[in-house]
């Protein structure tokens, strides 16, 4: 079995800052990419940011210059640092990784959902 746990949502002002975490654990051999998602109200899951085994990293265009992610391998977590919240940032977070368990299967898991909340 595995899981992936997410917290450090909530709510802040404009201009804010919040740091996610997730960490995964389980049954896991190794893990590939990691990465946040998105969910705004009434609109598509979106990429927010990934992160390669070398650390190679992606950002949506909207979030570029504002938000950090980083991995650290030996706790099996990625983060996202959030500086510079807008409303616009507001959203279901989700982690995601890329894993291999025990036995060779590789599949992509999900957290459960962590809400992000920026007030005007």
């Known amino acids: 079995q595995v899981q992936l746990v997410e917290s450090g949502g909530g709510l802040v002002q404009a201009g804010g800052s919040l740091r996610l975490s997730c960490a995964a654990s389980g049954t896991i051999f190794t893990i590939n990419t990691m990465g946040w998602y998105r969910q705004a109200p009434g609109k598509q899951r979106e990429l927010v940011a990934h992160?390669?085994?070398?650390?190679?990293?992606n950002y949506a265009d909207s979030v570029k210059g504002r938000f950090t992610i980083s991995r650290v391998n030996a706790k099996r977590t990625v983060y996202l640092q959030m500086n510079s919240l807008k409303p616009e940032d507001t959203a279901v977070y989700y982690c995601?990784?890329?894993?291999?368990?025990?036995?060779?299967?590789?599949?992509?898991?999900w957290g459960q959902g962590t809400q992000v909340t920026v007030s005007s």
């Open positions: 995601n990784a890329d894993i291999v368990r025990w036995g060779g299967a590789r599949s992509p898991y």
């Open positions: 992160i390669t085994t070398d650390d190679d990293t």
